[in-house]
T-cell receptor, first 113, second 108 residues
Framework: NAGVTQTPKFQVLKTGQSMTLQCAQD?????MYWYRQDPGMGLRLIYY???????DKGEVPNGYNVSRLNKREFSLRLESAAPSQTSVYFC????????????FGPGTRLTVL | KNEVEQSPQNLTAQEGEFITINCSYS?????LHWLQQHPGGGIVSLFM???GKKKHGRLIATINIQEKHSSLHITASHPRDSAVYIC??????????FGQGTRLTINP
């Protein structure tokens, strides 16, 4: 049982480049989330998916797109990276019913130059 | 004003001391989470509670729904407890709202 996995762990991009962060969970969870964590800001929700086939914006969605490929996988895409997107990105999942714990991936440290 | 406020923001203590971290929130909630994040590390769920008190080893979490307040206690603190502790609340939809975190340092 791997839990929540994320790739890559580290990435450096130049301004304007694009990339996709991958996330997968093997706990059969319905809900999946993408957060960013910046110093002094706490965790902020970018997008979430309450179930396969649905996605919703969170607190800071601008500059990002997501795809819930299937129940296991939820990817985050930066179409044209900007220095303001330098951050640590965490994927998470949660069981059904909204009463479960959230399980977090190990994080992706992204630097945009 | 943030929906979830933690205090203190930073806490340094000596090994063995009793630690208390506080979390206040301003919205109705269905559950409150305490999370732990070690330096450079991932985020681990410690507790999820909607009422009363939970205990796991040396960690105790309490919540007072009427006062919109939760506390995380660590008994007999150890340097390995040094981490950032994050409070998060769920209010309705399947989303969490996070506090800023409390950075705890336990000196030997």
């Amino acid at each position: 049982n791997a839990g929540v996995t994320q790739t890559p762990k580290f990435q450096v991009l130049k301004t304007g480049q694009s990339m996709t962060l991958q996330c997968a969970q093997d706990m059969n969870h319905n809900s999946m989330y993408w957060y960013r964590q910046d110093p002094g800001m706490g965790l902020r929700l970018i997008y979430y998916s309450a179930s396969e086939g649905t996605t919703d914006k969170g607190e800071v969605p601008n500059g990002y797109n997501v795809s819930r490929l299937n129940k296991r996988e939820f990817s985050l895409r930066l179409e044209s990276a900007a220095p303001s997107q330098t951050s640590v990105y965490f994927c998470a999942s949660m069981g059904s019913g909204g009463a479960g714990e959230q399980f977090f991936g190990p994080g992706t440290r992204l630097t945009v130059l | 004003k943030n929906e979830v406020e933690q205090s203190p923001q930073n806490l340094t203590a000596q090994e063995g001391e009793f630690i208390t971290i506080n979390c206040s929130y301003s919205v109705g909630i269905s559950a409150l989470h305490w999370l732990q994040q070690h330096p450079g590390g991932g985020i681990v769920s410690l507790f999820m509670l909607s009422s009363g008190k939970k205990k796991h080893g040396r960690l105790i979490a309490t919540i007072n729904i009427q006062e919109k307040h939760s506390s995380l206690h660590i008994t007999a603190s150890h340097p390995r407890d040094s981490a950032v502790y994050i409070c998060a609340v769920r209010s309705g939809a399947q989303k969490l709202v996070f506090g800023q975190g409390t950075r705890l340092t336990i000196n030997p």
